[in-house]
Every structure is written in structure tokens, then in C-alpha cells.
């Protein structure tokens, strides 16, 4: 029972130490695949804001009139989603098509970010949006990145479902791979055993016949061992 008890032992370790290796492999590789995805997923945004933003500095159009901006002239934008608001000061001239969805009706850009893409999530969705200043125009930049935002869930979905599967495998496999291995061990521990019991049986009855000798002989000094 003991022994059975030790192999028992010896076998859950190595399949919690092959499971603690593993765990450790997937979770440093769902970190650095996340952290190289999140990195790369908002480049091609970012450069499209970037690039409306030149476009929009090189080739607005501000129509005066007695000072006053009656209209303002943004260049066609590249991407067909882009959200665009041109303020006056705290007075909206012109917004884009396509409408800001939010629980505030117009995007709210944290302080200091003028020149800066930042990341604004409003009623559950995600923006990427630049503000900046031109012509005495204030100029606010939106994409909507809720795809973007999906496929990044997707992806640590993904990865938690098979780090699930890889670990139960390698729980299969390695609780296989320890009774195999472990199994010549025990072989030889059997014999060494069962050898150690049978050598000490046999020695019992010459042991005895010297014993029985030894304590004749104690009695009777006189006498001889024959």
C-alpha cells in the first residue's frame, strides 16, 4: 500500500509540474500575441486620421463673410466612415454625414489631447479621433472601431479556448506519459521487494537452528556445538 501510495505521489507531480510548464508557456504567449495584436491594431486608423488631418490643413476652405464663417469646405475624405466636427470656439459650423453614436451627442476629447489620437468609448462604442487647430478652427477626426475592438475579443477568446484544450491534453498526456515511464521503476522496486522477503524468509530457519544452539549452549557450558 505505501508503495503504491509513492508511485501514486511521484506521478502527480510530474503531471502538475508538466501542467505548470505549460500554463506558464501559454500564458507568456497569450501575452506577447495580445500585445503585438494591440499594437497593430489601430495602425492603419491612426494613419488614416493622421493623413485626413494633413489633408484637412492643407485643403480646407473657410468661406467669410463681414468676418463671420458662413461655410467651411472640408476636403473628401479617404475612408467613407470618417466623422468629422468643425467648431468656432464653443459654436458647431459643420459636421459631418455620418452621425456620432454616443450618449452624448457630440464626441467629449479629454483635456490635453489636442494634436494627440486617443481612444474614446461612449455607450459602448470605441472611437480613435484626433483633434486639432487650424485657421482658427477647431477640427475633431472620428473612426468608429467597434470591428477592431470585436476582433481583439475575439482573438483573446480564441486563445483562452485553446490554452483550455492544449492544457486537458497535455493533462491526458502526461498523466500517460508518467505511468509509462514510471512503470520499469516500479518493476524493479517490485523485485527488490519481493527479493529482500524471500532472502529474509529463508535466512529465518538457519537463524533459528543458531539461536536454539546458542542458548543449549548457554545452559550447558560443558557441552559442544555438533
Not at 142 to 154: F, G, Q, R
Not at 166 to 178: K, R, S
Not at 197 to 219: F, W
Amino acid at each position: 500500500m505505501q508503495t503504491k501510495n509513492i508511485f501514486r505521489q511521484t506521478r502527480r507531480r510530474i503531471v502538475v509540474t508538466s501542467l505548470e510548464i505549460v500554463i506558464g508557456v501559454l500564458i507568456i504567449f497569450a501575452i506577447v500575441t495580445s500585445s503585438i495584436f494591440d499594437r497593430n491594431l489601430y495602425r492603419s486608423i491612426d494613419q488614416q486620421l493622421l493623413t485626413h488631418k494633413n489633408m484637412t490643413i492643407n485643403d480646407i476652405k473657410v468661406i467669410l463673410k463681414e468676418d463671420q464663417v458662413t461655410e467651411v469646405v472640408m476636403p473628401v475624405p479617404l475612408a467613407q466612415n470618417l466623422i468629422s466636427f468643425v467648431w468656432k470656439q464653443d459654436v458647431l459650423i459643420k459636421g459631418s454625414p455620418h452621425p456620432y453614436v454616443g450618449s452624448n451627442p457630440y464626441p467629449q476629447f479629454p483635456a490635453g489631447s489636442q494634436d494627440k489620437i486617443v481612444t474614446l468609448k461612449d455607450d459602448g462604442h470605441t472611437y480613435r479621433g484626433i483633434t486639432f487647430s487650424t485657421q482658427d478652427l477647431r477640427v475633431e477626426l472620428l473612426l468608429n472601431v467597434d470591428t477592431e475592438v470585436m476582433k481583439a475579443k475575439e482573438l483573446r477568446l480564441a486563445l483562452l479556448m485553446a490554452g483550455g484544450i492544449v492544457i486537458f491534453i497535455v493533462l491526458g498526456l502526461g498523466y500517460y506519459l508518467a505511468t509509462i515511464t514510471l512503470k520499469p521503476l516500479k518493476r524493479a522496486y517490485d523485485k527488490q521487494v519481493m527479493f529482500i522477503q524471500h532472502a529474509s524468509h529463508e535466512m529465518r530457519t538457519p537463524l533459528a537452528i543458531m539461536k536454539g544452539r546458542l542458548e543449549l549452549l548457554a545452559r550447558h557450558n560443558n557441552e559442544t556445538i555438533e
